[in-house]
């Protein structure tokens, strides 16, 4: 079974998110896998932090087009999952968030900024450094 928010660019997942459309590979939405998708995680949850769309974007922009093709590993994916489950969809956690304290100052967080304000280094991602978000 398919992801309940897609079907042919149409539904809420890619009209919220538009700038995943620029991916090659719907196969996660096409199959059982798609609870791992953050749009799905996303968009099951009754809170979204008001930056979300923001951090996604800004993420999709600043992340270097070589790194695009390590971001879609098992390992990755579960580190971007843990963001969005315990700050981006929690009413009382979002606020903690380093990425939404620049915003809510007007400044933009740096790419490599992490919720818990630790930076991650490209270079963990590159060599699978495990990644913890508190």
Do not use: W
Request: charged share 30%; aromatic share 12%.
């Amino acid at each position: 079974m398919g992801c309940p928010y897609y079907e042919d660019f149409t539904r809420l997942c890619i009209t919220r998110f538009s700038h995943i459309k620029n991916y090659t590979s719907f196969e996660t939405c096409e199959s059982d896998k798609h609870t791992n998708c953050l749009v799905y995680n996303v968009l099951q949850k009754k809170f979204n932090c008001k930056y979300l769309e923001r951090c996604a974007e800004e993420a999709i922009k600043g992340i270097p087009v070589l790194l695009k093709f390590f971001v879609e590993d098992d390992m990755t994916i579960k580190l971007f999952k843990d963001i969005v489950v315990k700050y981006c969809t929690v009413t009382e956690k979002h606020t903690q968030c380093a990425n939404y304290q620049m915003y809510e100052q007007g400044l933009q967080p740096p790419l490599e900024l992490l919720p818990n304000g630790k930076k991650i280094k490209i270079t963990d991602i590159l060599l699978r450094k495990e990644i913890k978000i508190d």
